[in-house]
């Protein structure tokens, strides 16, 4: 029996994936009252569950280094708080680094990390090949390596947020599309949808690479766009090492984990056009087969099982926006992380969380606010990005 909406909330969350199931989680188990999360489809079928699952701290900027070792903490807890098995695997990330340029940037960031506690170092090829043998190391001059790095099953983690935000308090609705917003003043009062309207004291846009449109609707630009990411898995692989760390070829982007009996594969794909493409499609596999064939030519022979794709959200520097809306005061937006918002999506929740309660946030994201593309202020863009 569907549930009919209610008519007022105090928070309305829009979007059901692993930030805003995050965000209601945290804000519920704040003690807010009446905090409603939205989802146009099933929770976490946006981008969240068509996810690699890693989860990392190696970042170049301060703020996603931070916002990445506190989920990691948190996604280690995550059978206490909120209480769910995540599968999480902490069997490292490598990145494989080709150039003198990337090897002195990773060394300068491997720095920024050690000083902020987190356990990375810069590592020869021949340690590389002993952690990650399925490589090739020909033209490779060093790694980078974390070994408490990992991954999880996205699916558990909306799962478990989901089930923790209910048992506070929270009502979680899908199949209920967002259609507009009516303002008072400089203030959202009204969300629409497409099964009623409901009034809320504050609205929170969690929508990934449907940001744009969300923020449109309460007068805030989120300069957020799709760009469509694939993954394809191999057949079982007889042998295949028990551990095999989050492997990651830097300067193509081809990457690989273990996932079952088999590898997990995918990269970033240069020809790859902006926009809502939410359909798998072959057409990158003589690409990735090129990458495959440098880096890790022994799975060349290895058969090819089904893929599917889902959509990055990338912002201008590949940086997250997250904030207040400076002309909608009660527009709160956590979205743009450019392929990391899964695997920060435990810290980002508490700092939601903490800018609605108008406390000093647990990670300082001001810099983050959008307001920086419009005063031209955006910093280094993210370098760490897969």
Same mark, same amino acid.
């Given at each position: ?14 979007? &059901? ?16 009252? #009446?905090?409603?999360?939205? *989802? ?9 569950? =068509?996810?690699? %699952? ?24 995550? %059978? ?26 990773? *060394? ?10 987190? #356990? ?8 590389? =090949? =002993? ?7 020909? &033209? ?19 799962? !478990?947020?989901? @089930? ?17 917003? *009516? =303002? ?11 099964? &009623?309207?409901?009034?809320?004291? @504050?609205?929170?846009?969690?929508? &990934? ?5 969300? !923020? ?29 760390? /989050? ?28 926009? /809502?493409?939410?359909?798998?499609? #072959? ?28 959509? $990055? ?14 002309? @909608? ?7 743009? +992380? ?10 980002? %929740? ?5 800018? $609605? ?6 990670? #300082? ?7 920086? +593309?419009?005063?031209?202020?955006? !910093? ?7």
């Amino acid at each position: 029996m569907r549930r009919d909406l209610p008519s007022t909330a105090e928070v309305v969350v829009i979007g &059901g994936g692993a930030m805003g199931t995050s965000i209601a989680f945290h804000l519920a188990e704040a003690g807010v009252r #009446d905090v409603v999360l939205l *989802e146009r489809d099933e929770l976490g079928t946006g981008s969240t569950c =068509k996810a690699a %699952g890693g989860v990392r701290a190696q970042f170049s900027d301060r703020i996603n280094i931070e916002l990445g070792a506190r989920s990691l903490e948190a996604f280690a807890r995550f %059978g206490e708080r909120p209480g769910q098995e995540i599968d999480l695997h902490r069997v490292g990330y490598l990145f494989l680094l080709s150039t003198p340029e990337d090897v002195a940037s990773f *060394e300068r960031d491997v720095a920024l990390q050690n000083e902020m506690g987190v #356990d990375s170092r810069v590592i020869s090829v021949a340690e590389a =090949k =002993k952690l990650s043998p399925l490589i090739e190391t020909d &033209g490779l001059l060093a790694a980078a390596w974390s070994p408490d790095d990992g991954h999880c099953t996205p699916e558990s983690v909306v799962l !478990g947020y989901a @089930t923790g935000a209910r048992r506070h308090g929270a009502t979680l609705f899908t199949g209920v599309t967002v259609t507009g917003m *009516e =303002k008072k003043g400089d203030l959202v009062r009204t969300v629409r949808t497409d099964r &009623g309207d409901i009034t809320a004291g @504050t609205v929170i846009c969690a929508a &990934g690479a449907w940001s744009a449109a969300v !923020g449109e609707m309460a007068g805030t630009t989120l300069p957020v766009t799709p760009l469509r990411r694939q993954i394809i898995f191999t057949e079982p692989m007889p042998g295949l090492a028990e551990v095999v760390p /989050f492997t990651i070829d830097f300067s193509s982007t081809y990457y690989f984990h273990r996932e079952g009996r088999g590898l997990l594969m995918g990269m970033s794909d240069p020809e790859q056009e902006t926009g /809502f493409h939410l359909d798998y499609s #072959d057409e990158w596999l003589p690409r990735l087969g090129a990458a495959i064939g440098r880096r890790a030519p022994g799975l060349l022979d290895v058969g090819l099982r089904d893929g599917w794709a889902g959509l $990055y959200e990338v912002t201008p520097d590949h940086n997250a926006i997250i904030g207040r809306s400076a002309t @909608t005061p009660n527009f709160l937006y956590a979205t743009g +992380f450019s392929g990391h918002g899964f695997l920060q999506a435990p810290a980002v %929740g508490e700092v939601i969380r903490d800018l $609605y309660l108008d406390r000093e946030p647990v990670v #300082d994201v001001s810099p983050l606010t959008v307001d920086r +593309f419009a005063a031209g202020a955006t !910093g280094r863009p993210e370098t760490h990005i897969v």
